[in-house]
């Protein structure tokens, strides 16, 4: 696997964002993920974003980070939030999405920030799972989802 830094508005990088919008709608039943990003986010030292790519050059993995501090969302001072992680359905269960939350936490930790949170919803048991056996541990909600009955939110400390 080839992880490799990109602009979130890179062209793998929209390919990729759309066909995880897409999921999140078939998910809940609406338009997908409605949280305002913008590239700028994702720059480094207050950010990241990560592509892996097959052997064939095709991306099927994603991910990113962005600063957060104190805000009325309910962020905390310090906090990198995880955004866009998501692997291509036929090779899901291989770990790529392992090897991408690593390297983000890794990259936030040396950034200096001191705990990587992320919102999912209820109806992605996936992630839940791999949040969770990652050392996550569920948290105040927070963000743009923090009123939804759906949303779930989780925190680890760097």
């Known amino acids: 696997m080839n992880i490799r830094q990109v602009s979130f508005d890179h062209p793998d990088a929209v390919k990729l964002n ?39 050059d095709r991306p ?11 805000n009325p969302e309910g962020y905390r001072d310090g906090d990198a939030e995880l955004k866009r992680m998501y692997v291509i ?14 390297a983000l936490e890794e990259d936030a930790r040396a950034a200096g920030r001191t705990r990587m949170v992320l919102e999912t919803g209820t109806k992605q048991p996936e992630a839940v799972a791999l949040y969770t056996s990652s050392g996550y541990e569920p948290c105040a909600k927070f963000g743009y989802y923090r009123f939804h009955e759906l949303s779930l939110c989780f925190a680890k400390q760097l």
């Not at 066909?19 to 709608?25: D, G, I, L, N, W």
């Not at 609406?30 to 990560?50: I, K, R, V």
């Not at 359905?89 to 690593?102: C, K, P, S, T």
Request: aromatic share 10%.
């Open 89 to 102: 359905e036929e090779l899901r269960g291989r770990g790529l999405a392992r090897h991408i939350l690593a």
């Open 60 to 70: 099927v993995a994603t991910g990113g980070w962005r600063t957060q501090d104190e």
């Open 18 to 56: 759309d066909q995880v919008q897409a999921e999140y709608a078939v998910r809940y039943g609406d338009e997908g993920d409605a949280t305002p990003l913008d590239p700028s986010m994702f720059q480094p030292p207050a950010g990241l974003y990560l592509i892996a790519y097959d052997p064939q």
